[in-house]
């Protein structure tokens, strides 16, 4: 009988030790975060998302960014992190300037890189964007005891690269860090779709790659779509990376990056809902626990069928499609890439 229960014993420890041996090296297998509610209205789910005071970035009156500071200093595992999402790109204003339908955009422009040699291909910001930026700096430099990041990372995407650098770069001689995980939802509509390595080093040479960063999108496809829990596990994976490749004392991160990706950041560390417009910023303390858990994989991708769940027939037959004007576009961002 002892004997029996010994084999059984072992047997249990020793399948139990392989799994818990395959899930440290599975690549979804990465640790757990919550984020603090005391210190910002955006985190208080008591008070209507449309009712917070941005006066002071969120900052709850009975506190000042000293008391943060104070806060996270007393725990290694926790760091400020401001979120960003990029200023107004040409893809939020392509519907409504061509007045496309909802089906014809989707089901078709979103696909293109452009007209009428508006590109929404990898979008770069609009001219209000850019306003939106300033205006967004000027904010940063009344606040007298407003925290600067100690480090920044962007997405690769050219109205993030450009949001952080009308943003920050008066404020900071720090060099930001371009992540591939710190992009947008992607696949399918050409505006989450990046330019090249090559590209980016030539019209933006201030930034540093992070690590391993691919000459090509190798994450874009034309055939399928990130879904939410794919994006989840990416932001757990970025935060994973920015907790681990900087030190304790590196307390204030920013992140420039989109909308998609800020919901799924706010997701994986337990943090409400919260809408950003363009060019806003939320500020959040994550902590990154001891703990970890499987992020799911298996529903990771949508497919085109989808992203357009209609019959070709039944799309608008306003789509009077110039391909002069198309292949214009094309050619015109053909020539800034070999320029």
């Not at 000027?138 to 690769?156: A, H, L, N, T």
């Not at 779509?225 to 990376?241: F, G, I, N, P, V």
């Not at 920015?242 to 204030?252: G, V």
């Not at 902590?287 to 992020?295: A, R, S």
């Amino acid at each position: 009988m002892y004997f029996g229960l010994s084999i059984f014993y072992w047997l249990f420890v020793c399948t139990n030790a392989q799994f818990l041996l395959k899930l440290r090296y599975e690549p979804n297998y990465l640790p757990i975060y919550e984020s603090s509610t005391e210190f910002f209205e955006q985190s208080d789910i008591n008070i209507p998302t449309h009712e917070v005071d941005l006066t002071n970035f969120g900052l709850r009156s009975n506190y000042s960014w000293q008391d943060v500071l104070e806060e996270i200093d007393l725990s290694p595992n926790q760091k400020l992190f401001f979120l960003q999402r990029h200023a107004e790109g040409y893809h939020l204003t392509a519907k409504s300037h061509f007045n496309f339908s909802s089906i014809d955009w989707r089901c078709y422009w979103s696909l293109q890189k452009g007209k009428d040699g508006i590109e929404w291909y990898d979008a770069e910001l609009t001219e209000k964007g850019y306003k939106q930026t300033h205006k967004f700096t000027k904010k940063i430099k009344s606040v007298s005891d407003f925290p600067i990041p100690q480090r920044f990372y962007v997405s690769p995407l050219r109205r993030t690269l450009q949001t952080w650098w009308e943003t920050w770069n008066d404020l900071t001689e720090k060099t930001p860090i371009i992540k591939e995980f710190a992009r947008e939802i992607y696949g399918i509509d050409s505006e989450s779709e990046r330019h090249n390595k090559s590209y980016i080093e030539h019209h933006f040479p201030e930034f540093e790659f992070e690590s391993g960063f691919s000459f090509d999108d190798v994450l874009w496809s034309s055939e399928y779509r990130e879904k939410t829990e794919h994006c989840q596990y990416r932001a757990a994976s970025l935060l994973r990376d920015i907790f681990d490749e900087t030190s304790e004392d590196d307390k204030i991160i920013s992140i420039v990056s989109h909308s998609g990706l800020i919901y799924c950041i706010l997701d994986v560390v337990q943090h409400r809902y919260y809408g950003l417009s363009p060019g806003g910023l939320i500020p959040v303390i994550i902590e990154i626990q001891n703990d970890k858990k499987i992020y799911p994989l298996d529903d990771a991708y949508s497919n085109f069928t989808n992203w357009c769940p209609y019959e070709t027939s039944s799309i608008s037959e306003r789509i009077a499609i110039s391909t002069d004007n198309v292949d214009d576009c094309e050619d015109a961002s053909q020539s800034k890439e070999d320029s």
